[in-house]
């Protein structure tokens, strides 16, 4: 008795399970992703139902849109968050593969970049809140230490930017040749440095005021002008050029 009766409850949860998973493709019309974005535009959808639209399918347990919100869940409900994962840790994840990894990771790079094209486009820069709106998607998701420099014509408008060198944690070095040469190709008539700060402190060290210095009086003889130096950390940032140090 004992046996039919672990048996009749082993039938009971199996047929359970599967009545509460329903496929998207049994979902009533407007709730599908794809079809609600044909019918109502891609703002109508939510941030998990645009994602299961990039990872394409769920598992025989979740649909698309569920493993999205898992992944959602465990990322603090943040896209930021997401971005800042990399494939191995996207793959943690019960049913996101590298081939879904790296769409999401694709679809949230292809959102930094047009950001960065949309500021880019405007006639000149400023200020260094400006400045900052345009670099800041470079650092948002990183958490070792990048150099970027941005080269600008005679009207202050930014024609190019370039990763000088990418360090660890605490540090990266910098090669003012390297710099200068690409000015010059670029036939750059001012620059603006940008560097982060993982660790969170915006204040700048001893090294980056001489580095400023430095990449400062060698552009001078070429006669380029160092505008500013940010340094950049989440949504804040420190300038040379507002703090009087340029």
Known sequence: MAFFIFISCRYVIRNTIKMTYVSIKNWAVNDRPREKLLANGVK???DAELLALLIGSGTKEVSAVELSRTLLR?????????????????????GIGQAKAISIQAALELGVRRKMTEISAKTTVSSSREVFEFIHPVFSDITHEEFWVLFLNRSNRITDKYKLSQGGISGTVIDVRLLLKKALELLASSLILCHNHPSGNLHPSDNDKKITDKIRL???????????HLIVFDNSYFS???EGLL
């Open 240 to 242: 040379f050029s507002d």
């Open 74 to 94: 465990e990322s603090g409900n943040s896209l930021a968050e997401i971005g800042k994962k990399s494939i191995a840790e996207l793959m943690k994840i019960k």
């Open 44 to 46: 109508s959808l939510s």
């Open 218 to 228: 060698a552009a001078q003889h070429m006669d380029i002008k160092l505008l500013d």
